[in-house]
């Protein structure tokens, strides 16, 4: 089928994909008007392919059931806790976020902690030597 085809009938879609210059604002207006009425998205995947504007009209006119996204285009990533945040999906009742922590398992934290404790181990004998 073609990404069409499968916008047309689909219940639900969801976004894994990279951020490049290609997929960015991927799913704009045009994208989402070739979907099913009343479909439901899901970005686990980055913010900036789902165009924010145009996915927030789509959720005020009913086009979109629900969207929901573990990513935001733009993150309070360099800027602080002081840095007032703000886009328009907050304010609908159709809207899902979550603090961009999909990959936070214990299994991942567990990961990272032993990757770390091993860089410090192979820092400090290259120190004893």
């Known amino acids: 089928m073609s990404i069409d085809e499968v916008l047309k009938i689909s219940d ?25 009425d009343d479909a439901v ?3 686990m995947a980055r913010g900036g392919i789902v165009n924010e504007e ?6 005020k006119s009913g086009k979109i059931g629900g969207y929901a996204s573990d ?13 007032k945040f703000h886009s328009p999906l907050i304010e609908c ?20 902690g032993g990757y770390i404790i091993q860089k410090v181990k ?5 120190c004893a030597k």
């Open 12 to 36: 639900l879609v969801t976004i894994h994909m990279p951020l490049t210059p290609e997929t960015k604002n991927l799913s704009n207006a045009k994208f989402i008007a070739r979907m099913k």
């Open 41 to 43: 998205v899901l970005n």
């Open 54 to 59: 145009d996915m927030y009209e789509a959720l």
């Open 71 to 83: 990513v935001m285009e733009e993150e309070l990533v360099d800027e602080g806790l002081d840095t």
């Open 93 to 112: 009742d159709n809207f899902i976020s979550s603090p961009h922590l999909g990959a936070q398992t214990v299994d991942a934290s567990r990961d990272i």
């Open 122 to 126: 192979d820092a400090l004998d290259l």
